[in-house]
């Protein structure tokens, strides 16, 4: 969304655009120790705090994938992310699988995991979770809409997931844009997910800015402030038009609806 060649740039521009913290997806095919070191160090050199970390790749999504090889692939980039997010206190995010779906459902979702499934799930959470135990590091689960994914699709859920792993570093990232196509009542989804909301991520019901669909945001920001949130909220969305006038214009929007 921010343009710049490095995450340098990037956060500079932020900054003057009246953000605090960004969200780094980072292709895997040119992650490197001397990507690594400007994110360490971002902060105290632009004083924009990296709060999310994911590394992206084509085997993103497939960390239950039954290919061996394919599933292991994804598996090692998804625990190099957790010890970038154990170093610098970030959140990344895991999910049973991502990708778009085909055949596309249209009636058949929200499909449930079985027992089986359900287990082995289970099992690679945990694993994530034992990278950034005992750190500020986090490992989230986002409920995906159901042409991203066939599973976990609704915030109940992944909360019974994450019930069920019962481990201080985990929590829900709940995406307004996905919960705008699986949930019935968006504010009221984010009440019953309460203390376990860990991040935000943010964007219309038609994936622009805030303000730029229908969502009521009032209503929205309302239940995180209901549930005393005080984590980030995280655009991961299409700014539509030159980011010089509509990032800082939703900084703005955002503020707004905060402060008030």
């Known amino acids: 969304m921010v343009p710049g060649d490095t995450l340098t740039e990037k956060a500079e521009l932020l900054s003057s655009w009246g953000y605090d913290a960004l969200a780094v997806f980072q292709p ?75 055949p596309l459902p249209l009636f058949d979702v929200h499909q449930e995991l079985d027992a089986r499934q359900t287990e082995g799930f289970v099992d690679f959470y945990r694993q994530m979770l034992g990278v950034v135990t005992g750190t500020e590091g986090m490992v989230l689960l986002e409920p995906l809409n159901r042409y991203e994914s066939r599973y976990l699709n609704l915030v109940s859920a ?75 909220l995280n655009l991961e969305c299409s700014t539509e038009g030159d980011p010089a006038t509509t990032l800082p214009a939703a900084a703005t929007f955002l503020r707004g609806l905060i402060t008030a």
């Open 158 to 232: 992944n909360l019974a997931i994450i019930e069920e792993v019962d481990h201080p570093n985990a929590g829900l990232l709940p995406d307004v844009f996905h919960m705008s196509i699986e949930e019935a009542d968006i504010p009221a989804a984010l009440r019953a997910a309460g203390g376990q909301i860990a991040h935000v991520h943010l964007g219309d019901n038609n994936r622009l800015l805030p303000g730029h669909g229908t969502l009521d945001w009032t209503a929205i920001i309302r239940a995180l402030k209901d549930v005393d949130y005080d984590g980030y």
């Open 28 to 102: 895997l095919d040119s992650w490197d120790d001397s990507v690594r070191r400007d994110l360490v160090t971002l902060e105290s050199r632009t004083g924009i705090r990296p709060v999310e970390f994911v590394l992206t790749d084509e085997v993103y999504g497939h960390a239950m994938s039954d290919d061996a090889d394919l599933r292991t692939r994804c598996r090692a980039m998804y625990l190099e992310a957790a010890s970038v997010c154990a170093e610098i206190g970030a959140v990344t995010e895991i999910e049973y699988q991502y990708g778009v779906q085909d």
